[in-house]
């Protein structure tokens, strides 16, 4: 098992790179801000939410909230405020609005009925146009505008056991960060490898996590690779906010790019 954290220098951006494969592992991707926190905040404001988008995302559901949550059992507790993330889904159950106090998220999953993967120049408009839905919901609700801390991108891959890779000794042929051990008798036929690594990326950081597990949906054995990047806005302006995004997004490529080898890369038929 290896965790390793990393702090780069910081430098200016770099250039945009192409990342586009035959066979993409990306099985969901995320686009969000997390801004600060509303007072008075309760369940009441999902609906009033939802209204504004039911017509795209006609299904509801509720999960816990991202982050830590306080429980308290007090007498006659108030249940209106309970902390919970609201989650509007559309009827193919690809794309998805995540909603909780500080927090907007607009997903695309692949799903086994629609596989296909949506690049992020196509999914960005759709999240444009779901986040000025939901200012002007919450202009609705507060008399305040919303402040963004910062703007966020993920990238959830999952590495099939036997299809992308085979044994986690030959980690060193698909990461180009882990070197595993060059003596034969010591340190050898791993049976699971976890990697974490956070980066300093320009006014944010970039996060690179592989944590093996087993697919719900099909009882495979994967290693799900997640790329994360987060800039901090430096305005309060769509366009910055935007941008933002975009900068995430050339963060997150060029780190995929770099943390994934050309071997493992040739497996999903990179194009050039």
């Not at 980690?171 to 990697?195: A, H």
Request: aromatic residues 12%.
């Amino acid at each position: 098992m290896k965790k390793a954290t990393a702090n780069a220098r910081i430098a200016p951006d770099p250039p945009r790179r192409t990342l586009d494969f035959e066979k993409p592992p990306v099985v969901e991707t995320s686009l969000g801000f997390y801004f600060s926190p509303m007072p008075k905040w309760n369940l009441i404001n999902y609906g009033l939410i939802w209204e504004k988008f039911r017509a795209k995302y006609p299904s509801a559901e509720f999960k816990p909230p991202i982050g830590e949550m306080q429980l308290s059992l007090t007498p006659n507790p108030d249940f209106t405020d309970l902390a919970l993330r609201a989650l509007f889904v559309d009827n193919s159950k690809t794309q998805l609005v995540q909603i909780q106090n500080g927090c907007f998220l607009r997903n695309w999953r692949k799903t086994p009925e629609i596989p296909r993967y949506q690049h992020y120049e196509k999914v960005l408009p759709a999240f444009k146009e779901d986040w000025l839905i939901f200012v002007a919901s919450m202009r609705e609700l507060y008399p305040v505008d919303l402040e963004v801390r910062r703007c966020e991108m993920t990238y959830f891959n999952h590495l099939v056991r036997g299809e992308d890779w085979d044994d986690f000794s030959d980690f060193g042929d698909y990461y180009s960060v882990w070197r595993g051990s060059t003596n034969p008798d010591i340190l050898v036929n791993p049976r699971m490898i976890t990697i974490g690594t956070v980066y300093e990326i320009p006014h944010g950081m970039l996060q690179i996590n592989s944590q093996p597990g087993i697919r719900q949906t099909d009882g495979k054995e994967v290693v799900q690779l997640t790329v994360t990047a987060h800039v901090i806005p430096t305005r309060q302006s769509n366009d910055e906010l935007f941008y933002c995004l975009d900068r995430c997004h050339v963060a997150n490529v060029n780190a995929f790019l770099e943390f994934t080898t050309e071997k493992l890369q040739q497996r999903w038929k990179r194009k050039q």
